[in-house]
């Protein structure tokens, strides 16, 4: 496996058989989410977007969470992945599209930056998923943009 010296995850020693199946997807799926989350400088007390709700938006969720993040914007439109977003970390779920998806995200993230000064913390927008077109001025991205 290329470049598997990267991507090795230890499973402890005593861990339920079973459970294997499901602990194959460390090495690939939660680690693209968490190289995003670390890309992204998430840390204590961010602010951070995920775009996409499915297995690498989620392992994102987990990673920021995990990484400190305080306000964690899930964007995705599936009750079912966005529940278990929740339950992962994410503090806020945001269905609307396109300009409609946006204005929300900055909605909540203004609320936050409104308790005052000594709250003002960067916004990171992790991306799952395939590659877009690079953020354009007025995006979601405006503030500190990592993709």
Do not use: C, W
Not at 28 to 56: F, M, N, W
Request: aromatic letters at 2%.
């Amino acid at each position: 496996m290329p470049q598997a010296d990267g991507t090795a995850v230890v499973i402890p020693e005593g861990t339920d058989e079973s459970l294997m199946p499901s602990l194959l997807t460390l090495p690939d799926v939660y680690l693209t989410g968490y190289h995003a989350a670390r890309q992204g400088h998430v840390g204590p007390g961010k602010t951070v977007t995920v775009i996409g709700d499915g297995a690498v938006g989620l392992s994102a969720v987990l990673a920021s969470k995990e990484l400190g993040a305080e306000t964690i914007i899930l964007m995705g439109r599936h009750a079912s992945r966005t529940n278990l977003g929740r339950k992962f970390g994410a503090t806020h779920v945001v269905a609307e599209r396109g300009g409609a998806g946006v204005t929300k995200v900055i909605e909540i993230t203004r609320r936050r930056l409104a308790r005052g000064p000594g709250s003002r913390r960067p916004h990171a927008r992790l991306r799952a998923g395939v590659r877009h077109r690079p953020p354009r001025r007025g995006d979601l991205a405006r503030r500190s943009p990592t993709v």
